[in-house]
C-alpha cells in the first residue's frame, strides 16, 4: 500500500471548478448522500446497476451433496422470491424446517446486462451476493464461477467471460443461467450463526434460521479497470485517509482525483489529486478538511445523532498525464496546468462521509472529542414475514426512523451484521450503531477461523460508515463458556478484540459484552434487575462502580477475568429491562425477564427502570431490550409488526425522562 498526499485546491480555484465540471462531465452519478436507500453498497455509487432480485427457481435438496444436482434442470423447481429465506413466508416457500441444501436458478438476459451499465466503457461484468447464509457455490450456463464461505459478509465475481464472451459483445437473445447452491448444516455450530436456532423450533432467546440468500444480488458493469473498493477513515477532527482499492491491469502513472462538497451549503471542502506508482492496487489518499483546522466553526460540520451532516465525495481514476506536471514525491499540485473537463476518467464513483471522531476518557463516551450519553435499543434484526432479511428496503429507513421516534439515539445490532442500507439510513437520519459479530456456539480452531474471517469481512466492509462507533466482536461468552478459567478462550477472545483493533483503531471495541471481559474499552454489563429502585442502588455511585466491577456480577458472572485491570473505563449497561407485555394475541411460549400485568404497569416498570439508570453517577450509557417482540420473546417496546405496545409519546417520556 502506498500512502499519497495530494494537495488541495482552494474552494473556487480554477482546478477546483476545473475538477467539477469534469466529474459532471465523465458521468452523471448519483448523489451519495441522497440516495433513496435502494442500492446495495451505499458508499460507492455507480450511474447504473441490476438488480436480480425477485422470482427465481428453487430446488430444496435436503441432505444432498452432490455439485451435479442442478444438471437435472430443477424438475422439481418452485418459485421462491429472492432475497427472502425459504423459511420465511415472504419468500412463497414458507417452510419453517431445516434445510441443509437449497438451490437457486434464475436466467440473465441482455436486458440485465444492458441495465448494469455494459458497454465499450465498461466491458467487464460482476456479479455481487449481499449474503448466502452459510457456503455458497455459483455456476453460469454450467461453468463454475466460484464459492464463498460466511452468511453475513458480500462476495463479488468477475463474470464477463461466461456472460458476453472473449469477444466482449452480448447476444440479443442470449439467455444464460444462473444457478446458486446454498449449504446450511442447521446443526454445526461452528458457524457464526447469531440468533438462529439449531432446533428445529425456535426455543429460549433463539430464532427461525435464515438459509440461503437473503440480501441483495446484482450486476454491475465496470472498466477493464476499475476502482474495487473504498474506505473512509477519520484520522482526526479535520482529515480523513481514503483508502481505495483498483481492480485489474495497470500501466502506471495513474491518477486519483478525490472531490469533497458539502451539498447541503453548496460548498467545495477538498479537492485532492494524486500520481500513482507503477505497482500495486491499494492507496492511500490523505484528505484534509481546511476549513476544519482551526476549530472556529467546526460544529457546524460535525456528524452527530442530532446533526447527521454527510459529506459527498466523487473518487475519479484519471489516465496518466502525457505532460508530467508532477513534483519529485509524485503528487501534482491542483493549481498546475493540463487539468480540464477534457479529460476522460477510467472509472469514477459517487460515496460520502461523516466528519466524527469517537473515543473514551475519564469514564465518558466521548463523540467529536465531548462526553455523549449512550441511549440504545437491543435491535434483533427480525421480521415475522421475512426473519434476518428486510420485508423491503423502506422497512430499513422504517427502522431507524422508529429507533429515533422511540427516543433513543443508537441501537445495538444484536447478533447480525445488518444490510449497508440499514447503515445508510443510520448514517443520514442520524443513530449511532454498535456493530456486532454473531457468536458461533462452540470453541474449536474451526470455529475459530470461521468468525475471526467474517468478523474481519464485516468490518472491513462498514469502517466507512459513520454511524458505527463500537465494535463487538463476542457477547456473553458465546463460543467462549468457560472463558473465566480457560487461558485460550482468553486468548481468543483477546486476540479477536486486538485484531479488530488492529483493522480499526478509530472506535473502541468490547471483548466481551455482558460480563467476563478480558480486554474491553468499555465495561458492559447485562442486568434483568426488575426492580427500579434495587436497580438504582447497584449503579448509584463510585463505590457501587468498584463493588460491581470488581466482583461478581449481576448474572453471577465475574466482570473481569483473564487478569484484566479496571483502567477507569466508562461502563455502560448494554442489556437491561426485557419486561414481557402482550396487548394482542397471547402466545403460549411468551416470555420475558418480567411481566407486566397492563399498559400502565409496563410503562411504569421501564420508567422505574430508567429513572434508576439516570439516577447514576457514572453509567456511560445504557441499551434496553429489546426494539420489538420477536417470535417468543414479547419483551419489545413495539409489537413484532412495529406498532407500539401504547402510544409511543409515553415510551418516549420513559426512555428519555422528558
Known amino acids: 500500500m502506498s500512502m499519497l498526499d495530494g494537495t488541495v485546491a482552494a474552494p473556487g480555484s480554477p482546478s477546483t471548478q476545473a475538477a467539477s465540471t469534469q466529474a459532471t462531465a465523465s458521468r452523471a452519478l448519483p448523489l451519495a448522500s441522497q440516495q433513496d436507500g435502494t442500492y446495495p453498497r451505499p458508499q460507492m455509487l455507480r450511474s447504473h446497476w441490476a438488480d436480480l432480485d425477485g422470482t427465481w427457481s428453487f430446488r430444496n435438496d435436503g441432505d444432498d451433496d452432490s455439485d451435479d444436482a442442478w444438471r437435472a434442470g430443477f424438475p422439481d423447481a418452485r418459485d421462491i422470491v429472492v432475497p427472502f429465506p425459504p423459511e420465511s413466508p415472504a419468500s412463497g416457500i414458507d417452510e419453517p424446517g431445516f434445510h441443509p441444501v437449497v438451490w437457486y436458478s434464475r436466467p440473465i438476459t441482455r436486458a440485465d446486462l444492458e441495465a448494469a451499465g455494459h458497454g465499450t466503457s465498461a466491458p467487464r461484468v460482476l456479479l455481487h451476493f449481499g449474503a448466502v447464509d452459510y457456503r455458497a457455490r455459483v455456476w453460469i450456463d454450467g461453468q463454475f464461477i466460484g464459492e464463498h464461505e460466511g452468511g453475513h459478509t458480500p462476495f463479488s465475481f468477475d463474470v464477463t467471460s461466461a456472460l458476453v464472451g472473449s469477444a466482449n459483445s452480448v447476444d440479443a437473445d442470449a439467455v444464460h443461467t444462473l444457478v446458486v447452491r446454498a449449504e446450511d448444516d442447521p446443526h454445526d455450530v461452528t458457524q457464526p450463526r447469531g440468533k438462529q436456532d439449531w432446533h428445529e423450533d425456535p426455543h429460549a432467546i433463539w430464532y427461525r434460521r435464515t438459509t440461503g440468500i437473503w440480501q441483495t444480488v446484482w450486476l454491475e458493469a465496470v472498466p477493464t479497470t476499475s476502482i474495487a473498493s473504498l474506505r473512509w477513515t477519520n484520522t482526526d477532527h479535520a482529515t480523513l485517509r481514503l483508502t481505495v482499492r483498483l481492480r485489474g491491469e495497470r500501466t502506471g502513472g495513474e491518477r486519483l482525483r478525490v472531490e469533497a462538497r458539502w451539498d447541503e451549503r453548496d460548498e467545495q471542502l477538498a479537492v485532492v ?33 442530532d446533526t447527521p451532516r454527510l459529506i459527498d465525495a466523487t473518487v475519479t481514476l484519471l489516465p496518466a498525464r502525457t505532460n508530467t506536471g508532477t513534483t519529485d514525491t509524485g503528487t501534482r499540485s491542483t493549481g498546475g496546468g493540463g487539468s480540464g473537463a477534457t479529460e476522460n476518467p477510467i472509472d469514477a464513483v459517487s460515496s460520502y462521509f461523516g466528519v466524527r471522531t469517537v473515543g473514551i476518557d475519564g469514564g465518558a463516551f466521548l463523540l467529536n472529542g465531548r462526553s455523549h450519553d449512550v441511549r440504545s435499543v437491543l435491535n434483533q434484526g427480525y421480521w415475522p414475514e421475512s426473519l434476518l432479511a428486510a420485508p423491503s428496503r423502506a422497512a430499513l429507513r422504517r427502522e431507524v426512523e422508529l429507533i429515533k421516534e422511540l427516543g433513543f439515539n443508537a441501537a445495538r445490532n444484536h447478533q447480525k451484521i445488518e444490510d449497508p442500507r440499514f447503515l445508510y439510513w443510520a448514517d443520514r437520519l442520524g443513530l449511532l450503531v454498535w456493530g456486532e459479530a454473531p457468536g458461533a456456539y462452540a470453541f474449536s480452531p474451526r470455529a475459530v477461523q470461521r468468525l475471526v474471517r467474517e468478523w474481519m469481512d464485516a468490518v472491513e466492509r462498514d469502517a466507512s460508515h459513520p454511524s458505527i462507533v463500537t465494535w463487538v466482536p463476542a457477547n456473553e461468552s458465546w463460543g467462549v463458556q468457560h472463558i473465566a478459567t480457560d487461558p485460550a478462550q482468553q486468548a481468543y477472545a483477546r486476540a479477536l478484540a486486538d485484531v479488530t483493533r488492529a483493522i480499526d483503531p478509530t472506535r473502541p471495541v468490547i471483548s466481551n459484552d455482558g460480563w467476563e471481559h478480558t480486554n474491553s474499552d468499555i465495561i458492559t454489563i447485562h442486568d434483568y434487575e426488575g426492580d427500579g429502585g434495587r436497580l438504582a442502588a447497584t449503579y448509584a455511585d ?64 421501564i420508567t422505574a427502570l430508567y429513572d ?19 417470535m417468543q420473546e414479547t419483551n419489545g417496546l413495539l409489537n413484532a409488526d412495529r406498532t407500539p405496545k401504547v402510544p409511543i409519546e409515553q415510551i418516549r417520556r420513559a426512555v428519555t425522562g422528558r
Request: with cysteine; net charge negative; glycine share 14%.
Open 542 to 605: 463510585d463505590a457501587a462502580r468498584t463493588t460491581l466491577v470488581g466482583g461478581i456480577g449481576p448474572a453471577d458472572r465475574r466482570i473481569l477475568v483473564g487478569g484484566a485491570v479496571d483502567h477507569g473505563q466508562p461502563v455502560m449497561l448494554t442489556e437491561f429491562g426485557g419486561v414481557n407485555y402482550q396487548p394482542g394475541v397471547q402466545r403460549d411460549d411468551a416470555w420475558g425477564y418480567t411481566t407486566a400485568a397492563d399498559g400502565d404497569d409496563w410503562i411504569s416498570r
Open 612 to 630: 434508576g439508570i439516570r439516577a447514576s453517577s457514572f453509567l456511560a450509557g445504557s441499551c434496553y431490550t429489546q426494539l420489538t417482540d420477536t
Open 273 to 305: 489529486e494524486t500520481t500513482l506508482g507503477a505497482t500495486g492496487d491499494e492507496f492511500d489518499v490523505v484528505v484534509p478538511i481546511a476549513r476544519q483546522t482551526n476549530g472556529q466553526a467546526e460544529d457546524e460540520l460535525y456528524w452527530t445523532p
